[in-house]
């Protein structure tokens, strides 16, 4: 997909997401001419982490969920760290936004455990993916295929873990 002029969801959570699982991505978009919108189910700002448990940087939130709908992007960009996935599941509007994308077959790219929000949303009948080894019955148990590679394309871009950040990014 090219990038220059799309507009782009990163979809955060005001807690918990994992900073370089956030900052790698958006940077790489920013630099091929892509528009970012960093969303969340809270204004404000959102407090990153760095390896789940020490505290990350402060970004801010440009929008929030109840005012956004996937006819605003062209793609979404989820970035995981186990805390944040899971308060992104948790969140009707965060799954309602993510299964969105997939009925309208827009691009959606995933790192390390925010497949757990696709788990919730139900889209994974069939698709192949990978993610955080954890996650893998998470993924089996909602029909997906679950496949520990660094990247998996299927529909959507799916990463194993923080390590695969350069891999995922290009």
């Known amino acids: 997909?090219?990038?220059?002029?799309?507009?782009?969801?990163?979809?955060?959570?005001?807690?918990?997401?994992?900073?370089?699982?956030?900052?790698?991505?958006?940077?790489?978009?920013?630099?091929?001419?892509?528009?970012?919108?960093?969303?969340?189910?809270?204004?404000?700002?959102?407090?990153?982490?760095?390896?789940?448990?020490?505290?990350?940087?402060?970004?801010?939130?440009?929008?929030?969920?109840?005012?956004?709908?996937?006819?605003?992007?062209?793609?979404?960009?989820v970035p995981g760290g186990s805390v944040g996935a899971d308060r992104l599941r948790g969140n009707d509007q965060a799954v309602s936004l993510a299964r969105a994308f997939f009925a309208q077959e827009k691009l959606a790219a995933l790192i390390c455990h925010a497949p757990w929000l696709l788990v919730e949303a139900d889209v994974l009948d069939g698709r192949t993916l990978t993610s955080y080894a954890t996650l893998k019955s998470d993924i089996e148990n909602a029909g997906g295929r679950w496949v520990g590679e660094e990247i998996v394309v299927d529909g959507l871009i799916t990463n194993l873990d923080p390590k695969n950040l350069p891999a995922f990014c290009a």
């Open 1 to 77: 997909m090219e990038l220059q002029g799309r507009k782009i969801a990163i979809l955060v959570s005001p807690r918990g997401t994992e900073e370089p699982e956030f900052t790698k991505p958006r940077q790489v978009i920013e630099d091929a001419g892509g528009v970012v919108t960093v969303v969340s189910f809270e204004s404000g700002m959102a407090r990153a982490a760095n390896n789940d448990l020490d505290e990350g940087g402060c970004y801010p939130i440009d929008q929030i969920l109840e005012d956004v709908t996937a006819d605003d992007f062209d793609a979404l960009v």
